[in-house]
């Protein structure tokens, strides 16, 4: 179908969609391929780029003074007719054609509009592209036509099926079907897609593929059964196709055969308006399908325009408007006389070329749902924009070599293609046309819903769009409500290979499996995830925990020796009570002050000792509580002091038993003159200055304080005393268990002295007593965790005073208070007489 003007436009179509043995070589009269099944939509495009031309021409803004013309062949759906077409077109460049009345031929072309197939469109635009001749398709999706290396003058209107693929990722993000089946063609349209999802799908949509399968050439049950079969086993309840209509018609064929249903289909572009797959014997396992379409528009005039189409009767269609008389014949069931070379007579009655479109119903006239119709007509508009852009070029400023700029007279197909990279323009549907650095255009696709009516019967709906903007990016917007999901409960499948991990766990990939099936496996103790799909578990801050949900963190507990616990209740009772048996003791002392039994057992060094001993108990409060820098200061000061000043006063007491002895013995005398009063006052302040000496320096240099413990365990801070300088500790204790062991020694020298001064007996099993404990404790401490070691220290300083208290006192206060009889001097002279 042609029409000369000042610069003609080709363009590719489907008009019929079989050929029958068409003879391809080159000669000076090649024969016309035998084509026949005449497609009215592809006469529809066709006719669409007729429209815009016309438009155009008839536009005094744009190419205004220059008419466009067009050249339009049928590729009846075959490479080699495509690609046969391209050459004719483009054929004959440097000839000076003469376009009168009746010349025969084709005029060259400035650029094609074309083709419908990406495979064909691939082959074409790699010999276009050796020229520079700029080809914009309306139909070609395969992404690899993005490749400018390979394809530097290939341009489209129709988006990549990259973006295509993405915008089937984003709907299996949006419901959350990260399992899912693919379907592909084996040809370039399949396998490009297939190629994408296999490494988009991952990284955008946190899903992955049960299955890839490729639809067999032609009709094979065997192959077709065993892909459904596999459909059908699999736990993905998604099921992508991407593949051309007619494959597809025959995998929906086996589908239903096995009746297979529950599935979601997702459709590519090629077949979601498939009409003859919306019928009531395929929508049983096809209702609910979600599909990609490209973008609707509308085209003001362009039903008119149709209406006006008229058979071409002065040519005898051997070299006019073919189409229109083929579409003529299709369309009234007549035939014209002689019948056109090149396709199969169809019968029937004398076309008279007044017959009227709109007396029948046919496909032609609708335009309510116009899609490749809308890319053919922005794709004819670009290139009237990048010509209209070239030619007002002002010379001396163009963008070509010296400035120079394009001229009609002499134009080159290589000058459009660059201002066709640059072109930008909205159509009168609102929609901006222009073309990024491959040649793609901005993409935008609908979203369709095949919808299954009560009444049986059915239709698509569009409830959505997906499309990319220069500043927001990809964008998909969906209206659920309106989605028929053709399943029981009219809800959204579930479509996973591992149900999500909840909080407190992470996915672990299974070994051998795709990575979104995955076990999920609990956060070990101190680590949590607090997301869905967690990929690791996070380990809490030092003083947080794990929640037993290992969800979120949670502060430690905190343990330490406490008042309000049975053991902190238990020593602080126990403590309390030492005290007050001390000063009851005292009491006991002071009342009795002036009995033989206390004037003989040194009353002033016994008052101190209990003095001592009061504050040895009341040293021990100091380990319970929370620790703090000045009970953790005063803790081991106060028992070292408190200690060694007891221990001072029995080392002096013994001493003193030792010098009295002596005294008694002839010429001994002088051995008193070294323990009176104040002596015994001097060595105990003596004793125990050393003590507080020891303390002072270890307190100056390396103070105890407090210190968070969580060694001993994990979910747990162990509150304790750290003692800064185990040297010190060692030193206070060493000192205190020196002075013991010299009591001792002493006291176990003086045990078998008579009777009345029988107290060394009594100092002997005290420090027996006092030594073990402490001898006892050392062990028991370092084994002892936390608050247990404070227990141990706090049991060994009550017990050790509990030991030197009742040895000490007990039977002084059992002689005072049940035989005070024997409290007398008499009878306690008397006891040594005796014996």
Not at 36 to 46: E, K, L, N, P, V
Not at 189 to 214: K, M, N
Not at 370 to 384: G, M, S
Not at 628 to 654: D, E
């Amino acid at each position: 179908m042609h029409k000369t003007g000042d610069v003609i436009l080709g363009g590719l179509f489907a008009i019929n969609l079989f050929s029958a043995h068409p003879d391809l070589t080159f000669t000076s009269e090649p024969q016309l391929p035998t084509c026949y099944s005449f497609d009215i939509t592809g006469f529809r495009q066709a006719q669409t780029m007729a429209f815009a031309i016309d438009e155009i021409n008839r536009n005094s803004n744009l190419l205004p003074n220059v008419t466009l013309g067009y050249s339009l062949y049928d590729n009846c759906i075959k490479l080699g007719i495509a690609f046969r077409a391209s050459l004719s077109l483009v054929s004959g460049q440097e000839e000076e054609v003469t376009l009168e009345e009746n010349c025969v031929g084709t005029p060259p072309v400035l650029g094609i509009v074309g083709d419908s197939s990406s495979t064909r469109s691939i082959a074409i635009s790699s010999l276009l592209g050796l020229y520079r001749v700029p080809m914009v398709s309306y139909f070609s999706t395969c992404s690899c036509l993005s490749d400018r290396q390979k394809f530097p003058s290939f341009f489209r209107t129709i988006p990549s099926d990259a973006f295509q693929v993405n915008a089937m990722i984003q709907i299996l993000k949006h419901f959350g079907w990260t399992w899912a089946g693919l379907i592909i063609s084996d040809d370039d349209y399949g396998v490009h897609a297939s190629r994408s999802f296999q490494s988009d799908l991952g990284p955008a949509g946190g899903g992955c593929l049960a299955y890839t399968e490729i639809l067999p050439w032609g009709d094979d049950p065997a192959e077709l059964r065993r892909i459904v079969d596999v459909m059908r086993k699999s736990t993905a309840r998604v099921v992508i196709v991407f593949a051309n209509k007619s494959r597809t018609i025959n995998l929906m064929k086996e589908v239903v055969r096995q009746n297979v249903t529950g599935l979601q289909w997702i459709a590519s572009e090629a077949w979601t308006l498939a009409d003859v797959l919306q019928t009531p014997h395929f929508m049983p396992c096809l209702g609910g399908t979600l599909g990609i379409s490209i973008r609707r528009g509308e085209i003001p005039g362009l039903r008119d325009f149709l209406l006006q189409i008229r058979p071409d009767l002065h040519h005898k269609n051997t070299d006019g408007n073919s189409m229109v008389n083929q579409f003529w014949e299709h369309t009234f069931q007549c035939r014209f006389a002689p019948p056109p070379a090149g396709w199969v007579e169809t019968g029937g009655e004398l076309c008279t070329g007044q017959e009227v479109i709109e007396n029948v119903e046919n496909e032609l006239v609708d335009v309510s749902n116009l899609r490749p119709e809308y890319n053919v007509y922005k794709a004819v508009y670009a290139l009237a924009y990048a010509l209209d852009d070239m030619l007002q070029c002002e010379p001396g400023r163009g963008p070509f070599s010296n400035n120079t700029c394009a001229h009609l007279q002499r134009l080159e197909p290589w000058q459009l293609v660059y201002y066709l990279e640059k072109v930008n323009f909205t159509t009168t549907f609102g929609d901006q046309v222009s073309f990024d650095e491959n040649g793609d255009t901005l993409p935008i696709y609908d979203i369709m819903n095949w919808v299954w009516l009560p009444d049986g019967r059915s239709k698509i709906q569009r409830v959505g769009e997906v499309k990319r903007s220069a500043f927001k990016g990809e964008e998909l917007t969906l209206d659920e409500d309106t989605i028929f999901w053709n399943f029981e409960s009219k809800q959204p499948p579930r479509s996973v290979c591992s149900e999500s991990c909840p909080p407190g766990t992470r996915m672990a990939r299974k070994k051998g499996k795709p990575e979104c099936c995955f076990d999920c496996v609990p956060c070990s103790e101190g680590m949590i995830s607090n997301t869905t799909d967690s990929m690791e578990c996070t380990s809490c801050p030092e003083d947080f925990w794990s929640s037993p949900q290992r969800d979120h963190c949670v502060p430690k507990k905190t343990e330490f020796l406490s008042y309000h616990e049975p053991l902190g209740i238990c020593l602080t009772t126990t403590s309390l009570l030492g005290t007050f048996i001390c000063v009851v003791v005292l009491g006991i002392f002071i009342h009795h002050h002036n009995t033989p039994i206390v004037r003989a057992n040194n009353s002033e060094l016994s008052f101190l000792l209990l003095l001592s001993l009061k504050l040895c108990f009341l040293c021990s409060l100091l380990f319970i509580g929370r620790p703090r820098l000045w009970t953790c200061q005063l803790r081991h000061a106060a028992f070292g002091i408190s200690f060694v000043l007891c221990v001072s006063c029995i080392l002096v007491k013994t001493m003193v038993v030792l010098a009295v002895f002596r005294a008694s013995k002839p010429g001994g005398e002088s051995s008193l003159k070294w323990f009176g009063a104040v002596q015994q006052r001097g060595t105990v302040l003596v004793l125990t200055s050393i003590q507080a000496a020891i303390c002072t320096v270890w307190l100056v240099s390396a103070s105890p304080v407090p210190h968070k413990n969580t060694q001993y365990h994990s979910d747990k801070i162990v509150y304790e005393c750290a003692v800064g300088s185990t040297v010190g500790f060692a030193v206070l204790l060493g000192y205190i268990g020196l002075l013991a062991v010299l009591s001792f020694l002493l006291a176990f020298l003086a045990r078998n002295l008579p009777d009345s001064f029988n107290e060394a007996k009594l100092i002997t099993f005290s420090m027996l007593i006092f030594c073990a404990v402490w001898v006892a404790f050392v062990p028991a401490y370092i084994n002892s965790p936390g608050k247990y070691a404070d227990a141990v220290e706090v049991f060994a300083i009550l017990a050790s005073s509990f030991g030197l208290l009742m040895a000490l006192f007990g039977p002084k206060c059992y002689m005072m208070l049940l035989r005070p009889e024997r409290n007398t001097k008499k009878a306690i002279m008397g006891r040594s007489t005796t014996k």
